[in-house]
């Protein structure tokens, strides 16, 4: 019957430099990085069910450094022009700078286009691309392997693509495979008076977001998707890794997670695994008929 929820989670993961430990930074041995990977493996382990004929349970990944990576495939429906380079290596975008800069409007003609890495220069980072939403374990966890850490914070393109990834509108981009549901769905509510849709944003950075590349501050603009995102329906965890116990960090982890129940503030490499396991074991008994 109807006694069940859909979830779709969009994991905003942070592979700059500094997940690589300390300046200079090393991703030959075992890192924040590392245990990063572990958890978010754990977590699609839980979150995504074997069975989805009735219910799915999709997961989208954005990693991000000092852009989000959106890859050949998409490249050209975000920005409005072809990607350069070969494969992924130039297709990094930025800000958006005309009117629909924090809506969720997806781009096109009318909306604007998203502006970009200069193609004529190297390589973009991070060099690992998002992935739209998808219930494809295998393929969700060989992605996170393939992550490398490199570049500096700007947490509130990361941010503002998990919002993105989530949002029925972006479904011209992604295609209907990784288009979200209606947000209409997460405030309908099945026989056990439950959400007939979760819409789920974990947010995980190990630092203050400073580099942006126009318009306000990178924390500045990521706060105002993470209000944004939540007015929509979308409940917003947040995890901070070594982040500390003030400053800019933390305060934008608190402030945009959706209650301070939904904020963890991991100080090590297990709390960080726990962070993850704890957000999985409350999404998966959200489909649990009671």
């Known amino acids: 019957g109807n006694a069940g929820s859909h979830v779709e989670i969009a994991m905003m993961l942070d592979v700059t430099g500094s997940m690589c430990g300390g300046w200079p930074y090393d991703c030959t041995s075992a890192t924040k990085l590392d245990t990063m990977k572990e958890a978010a493996k754990d977590l699609i382990n839980i979150v995504v069910w074997q069975d989805q004929s009735e219910f799915t349970s999709r997961i989208a990944l954005i990693p991000f450094s000092e852009h989000v990576n959106v890859g050949s495939t998409y490249f050209s429906a975000i920005t409005g022009v072809a990607p ?41 980072k991070p060099t690992v691309t998002m992935m739209p939403l998808s219930s494809d374990k295998t393929a969700l966890k060989a992605h996170v392997d393939s992550f490398t850490g490199k570049g500096s914070t700007a947490g509130h393109l990361g941010t503002q693509f998990a919002w993105y990834a989530l949002d029925p509108d972006w479904g011209s981009v992604w295609g209907s495979g990784g288009k979200g549901k209606p947000y209409s769905m997460t405030s309908e509510v099945n026989e056990h008076g439950k959400p007939k849709l979760y819409k789920i944003a974990i947010l995980m950075t190990d630092g203050e977001y400073n580099t942006q590349h126009n318009g306000d501050g990178s924390t500045t603009q990521a706060r105002e998707f993470c209000t944004n995102m939540k007015n929509k329906g979308i409940v917003v965890y947040t995890v901070g890794f070594e982040i500390g116990s003030s400053g800019s960090a933390y305060d934008t982890m608190q402030q945009c997670a959706t209650s301070a129940e939904h904020f963890y503030n991991a100080t090590n490499g297990e709390e960080l695994r726990m962070s993850f396991r704890d957000i999985a074991m409350q999404v998966s008994t959200l489909r649990l008929a009671e």
């Not at 997806?106 to 390589?123: I, V």
């Open 84 to 124: 350069g380079g070969s494969g992924d290596d130039r297709t990094c975008v930025r800000e958006r700078t005309d009117a629909n800069r924090y809506t969720g409007a997806a781009p096109n003609g009318a909306n604007g286009y998203f502006t970009h890495f200069s193609q004529s220069s190297g390589t973009c």
